[in-house]
């Protein structure tokens, strides 16, 4: 047993069995207990487990993260940095993996909607939550899930009731410090009844000055949509240069229904995001887009997988990275078929520009068909900015600069324009333009 491994083992044991957990119910005290068993079985990934080949988990072995169990902050300077991050609408905000309800508010949720901390939820929503926490996310086959589930006590809750309609984005804010070594692992649970619709906004960002601590988040965020049901998803990544991160979201589709997961990530030294999406139900539709962009010696992850386990449902799938300085950003996105999954249509795309010698770029699509009435694609490409396009715009008196930079941002914008016209998208243009080359390079910091 490796060292790292016996001090995650050693932090889950202790959070279990600590005082304030004995009044957990039993189902949840199981959980735990078999999620403890498989991450002690399981271990923590290495470069030699195929589906971390090119993930840099140094940083995550070495450090000795450990959750948060003070709760004192500084809510007008944390307040500052919500509104900066935030948009209108009900919103629950975590700082460290704590739950701060003076930072949060459900006032304005739509009819129909349930939105409330998962500690909560674990005493008035009980069998609820023991028929489907982690029944989407499996412990038995993720290391970090296994941890998580392990460690499972904060997070998020939002129920859609059948026919239940949201035009207001539900945010979910979580924010690390970076003043001591934090291990955050925060569960979001959606249920979706049959019709219903609404836009969920995950935040992840830094609080603290520039030059913070490393922390680690794990996440996970398990989906489940009923038949008919529409959930636009946004992940927001924008840690602090030192964050680790480690991400998954888990989806299971009804008949007919909608998934939208657009996932952005801009910040990190090591970002693993994944997304997961199971039809389960004839013709359904999901839509997995992507941007990751890269400076310094960033690392971001990106791993997408598709299950076209019934008939006639239709995915599409675009994934773009920039990437500059020493970054290196990997994608690896499967696509699976199975035989009776007849009159799929699926595409999937994933592009890399890049903007440095040193940058490096690691694309793996990949089509598993074992149906013959399908009409699938995939593709990859890595490239550098257009020589021509950039002539061009210098003939025109266009500084150098600022040619690379609108080249870069009309590169990026396919993605963001996926984004539905609104706040959603405005708060990403912003993020997105603080990131490009030639700008003031500012972190969502103090």
């Known amino acids: 047993m490796t060292a790292a491994l016996a001090h995650y083992l050693d932090v889950a044991t202790r959070f279990q069995a600590a005082p ?82 003076e930072l949060s508010s459900v006032a304005g949720l739509p009819r129909g909607l349930t939105l409330k901390p998962l500690r909560d939820a674990v005493r008035e929503d009980g069998e609820l939550l023991e028929s489907l926490l982690g029944q989407r996310a499996l412990a038995n086959e993720h290391a970090f899930t296994a941890l998580n589930a392990a460690l499972l006590e904060e997070g998020v809750l939002l129920r859609l009731a059948p026919g239940a309609l949201s035009e207001v984005p539900v945010q979910v804010v979580f924010l690390t410090r970076g003043d001591a070594p934090v291990l955050s692992s925060p569960r979001i649970l959606v249920v979706a009844g049959e019709s219903s619709e609404a836009t969920l906004v995950e935040t992840y960002a830094s609080a603290g000055p520039a030059g913070s601590a490393a922390t680690f988040t794990n996440a996970v965020t398990e989906v489940t949509l009923g038949d008919n049901a529409s959930l636009h998803h946004y992940k927001l990544q924008v840690e602090a ?93 499967l696509i699976r078929v199975r035989q009776d999954a007849q009159r799929t249509d699926s595409r ?67 993605v963001v324009e996926a984004v539905p016209a609104g706040p959603v998208r405005a708060n990403i243009e912003a993020l997105l333009a603080s990131k490009l080359p030639g700008a003031a390079q500012r972190e969502v910091t103090a």
């Open 20 to 101: 304030e957990q004995a009044s957990a119910p039993q189902w949840l005290k199981r959980l735990r207990a078999d999620a403890l068993g498989h991450f002690e079985r399981q271990g923590l990934p290495t470069t030699r487990d195929e589906a971390w080949k090119y993930s840099r988990l140094g940083a995550i072995a070495e450090g000795a993260f450990i959750p948060r169990t003070d709760v004192s902050r500084d809510t007008a300077h944390l307040s500052a940095v919500v509104e900066r991050l935030g948009l209108p609408g009900p919103r629950l905000v975590f700082v460290d993996g704590r739950l701060a309800p």
């Open 241 to 333: 240069d030192a964050a680790l991160h480690v991400g998954a979201l888990h989806a299971r589709q009804g008949r007919d229904s909608r998934f939208a997961s657009h996932a952005f990530a801009f910040g990190g030294a090591m970002a693993r995001n994944e997304v997961h999406a199971a039809f389960a139900g004839e013709g359904g539709d999901a839509t997995l887009n992507g941007l990751y962009v890269g400076q310094g010696a960033q690392h971001l992850d990106n791993r997408t997988a598709l299950d076209h386990a019934v008939p006639r449902c239709t995915s599409r799938e675009l994934y773009k990275g920039v990437l500059d300085g020493h970054s290196r950003g990997t994608f690896h996105g």
């Open 348 to 414: 999937q795309q994933n592009r890399n520009l890049l903007l440095s010698e040193s940058a490096q770029a690691d694309a793996r699509p990949q089509l598993e068909i074992f149906a013959d009435d399908v009409k699938c694609a995939h593709g990859a490409a890595v490239g550098r900015l257009d020589a021509q396009a950039l002539f061009y715009l210098r003939s025109r008196g266009v500084p150098q600069a600022e040619a690379e930079r609108l080249l870069t941002y009309a590169f990026a914008r396919e």
